[in-house]
């Protein structure tokens, strides 16, 4: 074999194995490895309680909210820290849930926080907490689905 050929053949196998890399990388945010260092919690404040509703292919209960109002949450964390908290936002559009925004919370003390947002246009949603120290993800809550009708 040519050592041309060579060559050719090692960047062949090398373009998919850095790809794989990359990918494996998780797309410049870094997860802390093992077990998280603190639990973090979500809830949607206001709203009416109970609503069932079968949107992108399950049947989940809902909170409801008028579509103009204001969501409120609120959340804590199991442990103190310098946290980062982010509100991420998932609509729910032609059979999966698509990302819809986020907005940051507030730190009310070390342990809790606190926020709000304009409700979006009207359709099926869910919010999810992402805590991060020093750009790294920490935890994430259970999702928290709303309905604005």
Request: charged share 15%.
């Amino acid at each position: 074999m040519r050592p041309r050929h060579v060559l050719i053949l090692l960047l062949l196998t090398a373009i998919p194995i850095g790809l794989a890399i990359v990918l494996a990388s998780g797309g410049g945010t870094r997860i802390v490895s093992g077990a998280p260092s603190a639990n973090v919690s979500l809830a949607l404040l206001g709203g009416a309680k109970g609503a069932v509703a079968r949107a992108c292919g399950a049947t989940r209960n809902y909170t409801a909210y008028p579509a103009g109002s204001t969501i409120r949450f609120g959340g804590a964390i199991s442990a103190a820290g310098s946290w980062q908290v982010k509100v991420k936002l998932k609509a729910c559009q032609a059979g999966s849930f698509q990302s819809a925004g986020d907005v940051s919370g507030t730190l009310r003390s070390k342990t809790s926080y606190a926020g709000s947002f304009p409700a979006p246009i009207a359709g099926y949603y869910f919010a999810r907490t992402e805590l991060k120290e020093a750009g790294a993800l920490v935890a994430r809550s259970r999702k928290a689905y709303f309905a604005v009708h």
